[in-house]
């Protein structure tokens, strides 16, 4: 078992994301950790934007994988917005995201039967 993120936790890993300048290229309004960003960034960013989007997605879920919206919340209120909501055709997928700055993280659940898989 894993200790679950902490609100300090999510705001270290967040608040770097801030100032990551958008690669060039038709991405405006696209998830930092989006398949058109994400490749464009410098290593280092892209630990930082895997971090964040993992701590993230931890933290707004409760432990039976449901919203927490307690902690959805609590983001909102340290200055990053945060939702994560039932997508509208299929009930049992959570779609969501956090904005730091700029940017929109996407904390979706992964899709089924997508090339990951």
């Given at each position: 078992?894993?200790?679950?993120?902490?609100?300090?936790?999510?705001?270290?890993?967040?608040?770097?994301?801030?100032?990551?300048?958008?690669?060039?290229?038709?991405?405006e309004?696209?998830?930092?950790?989006?398949?058109?960003?994400?490749?464009?960034l410098?290593?280092?960013?892209?630990?930082?934007?895997?971090?964040?989007?993992?701590v993230?997605y931890?933290?707004?879920?409760?432990?039976?994988g449901?919203?927490?919206?307690?902690?959805?919340?609590?983001?909102t209120?340290?200055?990053?917005?945060?939702?994560?909501?039932?997508?509208?055709?299929?009930?049992?997928?959570?779609?969501?995201r956090?904005?730091a700055?700029?940017?929109?993280?996407?904390?979706s659940?992964?899709?089924?039967?997508?090339?990951?898989?």
């Open positions: 078992m894993f200790d679950r993120p902490t609100i300090q936790d999510v705001l270290a890993a967040l608040k770097p994301l801030i100032g990551i300048p958008r690669p060039v290229g038709d991405n309004g696209d998830p930092i950790n989006g398949d058109t960003v994400f490749p464009y410098s290593p280092k960013h892209q630990e930082q934007v895997q971090h964040a989007a993992t993230a931890e933290y707004a879920r409760t432990d039976d449901e919203a927490n919206r307690r902690a959805l919340n609590t983001m209120r340290h200055g990053f917005r945060a939702s994560l909501d039932p997508a509208q055709y299929e009930p049992d997928h959570l779609v969501g956090v904005i700055g700029e940017w929109e993280i996407d904390i659940d992964p899709r089924c039967g997508s090339a990951d898989d």
